[in-house]
């Protein structure tokens, strides 16, 4: 029997629904050969998705339950983004212009805080720009950095905030005076590329201040 092209999403959305359940038990639900559930699930596994676990009991080998993976939230709808708009707007109503920057220059006091206890012990600017690189892209910037003659790149591919961040100007502008803070006044950074002007990324030029 053939595997429907859409068989991984109708796989996922069993497995949401049921809860964890064998090859065979999900082939059945779905009309799908266990065989073809099976190969469905292993690229589901590789990607994160999905994982197998044995269940004992009975006679033989025992059978694999597949259940779902953190990583599969995003293929299952999500309002995240609109209650974030909803809020920030809210804010904005009830506390106005002043009250939403007191909020974000809070959230990015905690940011700060928690950005410096990660590059804690970091030697030298490349090393942390190493590290600011690694926490971001653990936050979804999809981030790297590169070196550029005698100055550093740091590239943000993506952007999950980028809704948020175009209802709320400030945003933005606090990422700059967040890492500004982080790696201090010694450093310069100059922000090359803007998603929100129309950029197909976010960079970042680092370098120290020449004296």
């Known amino acids: 029997?053939?595997?429907?092209?859409?068989?991984s999403e109708r796989i996922l959305t069993e497995l949401k629904r049921g809860g964890p359940q064998t090859a065979r038990t999900l082939g059945a639900a779905l009309g799908i050969s266990a065989e073809g559930?099976?190969?469905?699930?292993?690229?589901?596994?590789?990607?994160?998705?999905?994982s197998a676990r044995n269940q004992a009991g009975g006679v033989g080998r025992p059978s694999q339950l597949w259940q779902l993976e953190e990583n599969s939230r995003s293929h299952f709808p999500d309002s995240h983004t609109e209650l974030s708009?909803?809020?920030?707007?809210?804010?904005?109503?009830?506390?106005?212009?002043?009250?939403?920057?007191?909020?974000?220059?809070?959230?990015?006091?905690k940011q700060l805080q928690g950005y410096r206890r990660a590059l804690?012990?970091?030697?030298?600017?490349?090393?942390k720009v190493a590290r600011?690189?690694?926490?971001?892209?653990?936050?979804?910037?999809?981030?790297?950095?590169?070196?550029?003659?005698?100055?550093?790149?740091?590239?943000?591919?993506?952007?999950?905030i980028q809704c948020a961040a175009q209802t709320c100007q400030p945003l933005c502008r606090l990422e700059l005076t967040l890492f500004q803070a982080l790696l201090g006044d010694g450093v310069c950074i100059e922000r090359n590329?803007?998603?929100?002007?129309?950029?197909?990324?976010?960079?970042?030029?680092?370098?120290?201040k020449r004296p």
């Not at 559930?37 to 990607?47: E, M, S, V």
């Not at 804010?91 to 809070?106: I, K, M, P, T």
């Not at 804690?120 to 090393?127: M, Q, S, Y």
């Open 132 to 160: 600011l690189a690694q926490l971001r892209s653990d936050e979804g910037y999809m981030a790297r950095w590169e070196e550029d003659a005698d100055s550093l790149l740091l590239i943000e591919d993506h952007c999950p």
């Open 193 to 208: 590329e803007h998603l929100s002007a129309g950029a197909r990324r976010c960079s970042y030029r680092i370098s120290a």
């Open 120 to 127: 804690d012990g970091a030697t030298g600017l490349r090393d």
């Open 1 to 7: 029997m053939t595997t429907p092209r859409n068989s």
């Open 85 to 109: 708009l909803q809020l920030i707007e809210g804010v904005r109503q009830v506390f106005g212009e002043a009250g939403l920057q007191q909020l974000l220059d809070n959230r990015q006091q």
């Open 37 to 50: 559930t099976r190969q469905q699930l292993l690229r589901l596994a590789n990607a994160g998705l999905v």
